[in-house]
């Protein structure tokens, strides 16, 4: 049963300290999401990875935030600092690339900033 | 980028028939539509290709309008597990699958 696998599930931190959440895509799929799930903006793009490559983290704040994927099996969502107004349920997506296909999403990283 | 939904919530009776649009500013490829459960990641429902194809999913079915940039998912004869958050997702032509997702629409069937 191929998913793709997020970790932590559930993460309370202080603000001020680094938060790294991980993402598995589903085998073959070369395009990840990341997304950020708020009551207030529903789900917002943060970024958009091909091949590996980032081609849009527009919607990333870049002093704290970063996204990498250092192999094609693992894709990073780094918070540094951490403040509360980054609580969230942050999601990852993996999907074929290919357009019209659609997009799985993982079960997502809760992430409470206290 | 963001497709705009509506209605942004609706309550139900079981049986009653509910309609959800979804409004891109942009030329669209594909729209998706997904529910999800509280606490629950977004489940794919369907996808849509082409202006006015029409797909059904048990008593849930979707229209789109290429020209109009719209898409509609209808939900029809709701039963209790229809509650849950509905987005709708867009894709733009050439975009190389890359989505933009609605802000959703809470829907809530009661007996």
């Known amino acids: 049963d191929a998913r793709v696998t997020q970790t932590p599930r559930h993460k309370v931190t202080e603000m001020g300290q680094e938060v790294t959440m991980r993402c598995q895509p589903i085998?073959?799929?070369?395009?990840v999401f990341w997304y950020r799930q708020t009551m207030m903006q529903g789900l917002e793009l943060l970024a958009y990875?091909?091949?590996?490559?980032?081609?849009?983290d527009s919607g990333m704040p870049k002093d704290r935030f970063s996204a990498e994927m250092p192999d094609a099996t693992l894709a990073t969502l780094k918070i540094q600092p951490s403040e509360p107004r980054d609580s969230a349920v942050y999601f990852c997506?993996?999907?074929?690339?290919?357009?019209?296909?659609?997009?799985?999403f993982g079960e997502g990283s809760w992430l409470t900033v206290v | 980028q963001q497709p705009v939904q509506s209605p942004q919530a609706v309550i139900l009776r079981e049986g009653e028939d509910a309609v959800i649009n979804c409004s891109s500013s942009?030329?669209?490829?594909?729209v998706h539509w997904y529910r999800q459960k509280h606490g629950e990641a977004p489940v794919f429902l369907m996808i849509?290709?082409?202006?006015?194809e029409q797909k059904g999913h048990e008593k849930i079915s979707a229209s789109f309008n290429e020209k109009k940039q719209q898409s509609s998912l209808y939900l029809t004869a709701s039963q209790l597990s229809y509650s849950g958050t509905y987005f709708c997702?867009?894709?733009?032509?050439?975009?190389?699958?890359?989505?933009?997702f609605g802000t959703g629409t809470s829907l809530t069937v009661i007996p």
């Open positions: 997506a993996s999907g074929l690339g290919v357009s019209g296909n659609t997009i799985y």
């Open positions: 085998l073959g799929h070369n395009t």
């Open positions: 990875f091909r091949n590996r490559a980032p081609l849009d």
């Open positions: 942009k030329a669209l490829y594909s």
């Open positions: 849509l290709l082409k202006g006015g």
């Open positions: 997702g867009t894709e733009s032509p050439n975009t190389g699958n890359q989505f933009y």
